[in-house]
């Protein structure tokens, strides 16, 4: 199914461990992004890829980086995880034309730092 | 600081009420607004509003902006337990697509 894959599902690392969140979208979208929710807070933008070989910091983007790797692939890496940054992680893709700015989202990592 | 604010932050309602979420908005260079719904996992896109008074319908859901009073309400009429989900408001700022999203509203429907 065309859509946004994003890998994996559930992980629990322990604190200092490192880990990359893999993202994988088939629409030729431009644009992709990473996102961290936790309750009460809505989703928060951790860093986002206007453009294949372009990244940029979001609203969040300590403790994480990323590679756009090509026009399909955006990761997230952890490199010393922390408790705080137990959450669930969203990667989103968007074709950011003139009239529609929709994301599709991955179905979701549910991250645990023990 | 661009600032999304959702209300109420959750409700409960009995099948058939008609229920009213709130987005307001404080943003520069405003271009447009979202509306997404979450049950279980990711979020799934409802609505875009980028002109103010013209109201969006899909089904029972609707949604409208007010660039005046930088507000959009999303109306759910006849709920039924489907609808049980985090409503989730987010506002487009910028040319990138980057979007700043709101704490989301909690709704559950009861039988």
């Known amino acids: 199914n065309a859509g946004v894959t994003q890998t994996p599902k559930f992980q629990v690392l322990k604190t200092g461990q490192s880990m990359t969140l893999q993202c994988a979208q088939d629409?030729?979208?431009?644009?992709m992004y990473w996102y961290r929710q936790d309750p009460g807070m809505g989703l928060r933008l951790i860093y986002y890829?206007?453009?294949?070989?372009?990244?940029d910091k979001g609203e969040v983007p300590n403790g994480y980086n990323v590679s756009r790797l090509n026009k399909r692939e955006f990761s997230l890496r952890l490199e010393s995880a922390a408790p705080s940054q137990t959450s669930v992680y969203f990667c989103?893709?968007?074709?950011?034309?003139?009239?529609?700015?929709?994301?599709?989202f991955g179905s979701g990592t549910r991250l645990t730092v023990v | 600081e661009d600032k999304v604010v959702q209300s109420p932050l959750s409700l409960v309602v009995h099948e058939g009420d008609t229920v009213t979420l709130n987005c307001s908005y404080e943003?520069?260079?405003?271009?447009?607004l979202l509306w997404y719904k979450q049950e279980k996992k990711a979020p799934t896109f409802l609505f875009m509003l980028?002109?103010?008074?013209i109201e969006k319908k899909s089904g029972r859901l609707s949604s409208i902006l007010d660039k005046k009073e930088l507000f959009s309400i999303l109306n759910i009429t006849a709920t039924q337990t489907g609808d049980s989900a985090i409503y989730l408001c987010?506002?487009?700022?910028?040319?990138?697509?980057?979007?700043?999203f709101g704490a989301g509203t909690q709704v559950v429907v009861t039988p």
């Open positions: 989103a893709s968007s074709p950011v034309l003139d009239k529609y700015y929709g994301y599709t």
């Open positions: 629409m030729n979208h431009n644009s």
């Open positions: 890829s206007a453009s294949e070989g372009t990244t």
């Open positions: 943003v520069t260079n405003f271009r447009s």
């Open positions: 980028t002109s103010s008074g």
């Open positions: 987010a506002v487009l700022a910028d040319s990138w697509g980057k979007l700043q």
